[in-house]
């Protein structure tokens, strides 16, 4: 007698990943600014200047990483995971309560805390262009451009790229609230790898300036 069919579990689709490109080259242009500077002063400098050098890049590397490079959002169909400059946040659809963007984008849970979306910038200036591209489009007659979301004439999105992510976000969210696998509670982990050469760092560099 063949066994029932057991039943399978929803699919969940591949992460979506949102970051800021702006941030990321603004990053690499810091990195590389930081270690020509640091790197000319380990090699050239003399007395306490090189260990001045060293301490001062323990604290500024991993800064620079934590603002620039490490952000992003990861968003499948059951949970939500931020990774901002200090902490990486896991919050199951089913804890959000709002995603929204005013002046910054953030995240507030059922329970009342409220996270940023460090990734996710909220761009005054591409919300104005975005809405003098909409209506332009609507003057012209353009059906699309009276949908949210929808492409204006010449394909071009009247919505700003931050709240266009805010959106695709809010509505992973909402639909989300029958899936059994998107309940949980809210994980928070600290990043000690961005944290610990920071203050190694910094008490290194207040030594060395003392003793200077």
């Given at each position: 007698m063949d066994?029932?069919?057991?039943?399978?579990a929803e699919?969940v689709?591949a992460?979506?990943?949102?970051r800021s490109?702006?941030?990321?080259?603004?990053?690499?242009?810091?990195l590389?600014f930081?270690?020509?500077?640091g790197?000319?002063?380990?090699?050239?400098g003399?007395?306490?200047?090189?260990?001045v050098?060293?301490?001062g890049?323990?604290?500024?590397?991993?800064?620079i990483v934590?603002?620039?490079?490490r952000?992003a959002?990861?968003?499948n169909?059951?949970?939500?995971?931020i990774?901002n400059?200090?902490?990486?946040i896991?919050l199951p659809?089913r804890?959000?309560?709002?995603?929204?963007?005013?002046y910054?984008?953030?995240?507030?849970t059922e329970?009342?805390?409220k996270?940023?979306?460090?990734?996710?910038?909220v761009?005054l200036r591409?919300r104005k262009?975005?809405?003098r591209r909409?209506?332009?489009?609507?003057a012209a007659?353009d059906p699309?451009?009276?949908?949210p979301?929808g492409?204006?004439?010449g394909?071009?999105?009247?919505?700003?790229?931050?709240?266009?992510?805010i959106?695709e976000?809010r509505?992973?969210?909402?639909?989300a609230g029958?899936r059994?696998?998107?309940a949980?509670?809210?994980?928070?982990?600290?990043a000690y790898?961005?944290?610990g050469?920071?203050v190694?760092g910094?008490?290194?560099?207040v030594?060395?300036?003392?003793v200077?």
């Amino acid at each position: 007698m063949d066994s029932p069919e057991q039943p399978t579990a929803e699919p969940v689709h591949a992460d979506r990943v949102y970051r800021s490109h702006s941030g990321i080259a603004t990053g690499v242009l810091l990195l590389a600014f930081t270690g020509w500077i640091g790197g000319d002063a380990l090699l050239r400098g003399a007395g306490l200047t090189p260990w001045v050098a060293l301490a001062g890049l323990l604290v500024l590397v991993p800064l620079i990483v934590a603002f620039t490079l490490r952000p992003a959002v990861f968003a499948n169909d059951d949970r939500l995971r931020i990774r901002n400059p200090f902490r990486t946040i896991v919050l199951p659809w089913r804890t959000v309560a709002e995603v929204r963007a005013a002046y910054s984008s953030e995240v507030l849970t059922e329970d009342g805390a409220k996270y940023q979306l460090w990734a996710v910038p909220v761009s005054l200036r591409q919300r104005k262009s975005a809405a003098r591209r909409r209506s332009r489009a609507i003057a012209a007659g353009d059906p699309a451009a009276t949908r949210p979301g929808g492409a204006a004439a010449g394909g071009t999105p009247p919505v700003a790229s931050g709240d266009r992510t805010i959106a695709e976000l809010r509505g992973l969210s909402e639909q989300a609230g029958h899936r059994p696998a998107a309940a949980g509670e809210p994980r928070v982990r600290w990043a000690y790898e961005i944290a610990g050469p920071v203050v190694v760092g910094a008490v290194a560099l207040v030594v060395l300036l003392a003793v200077g």
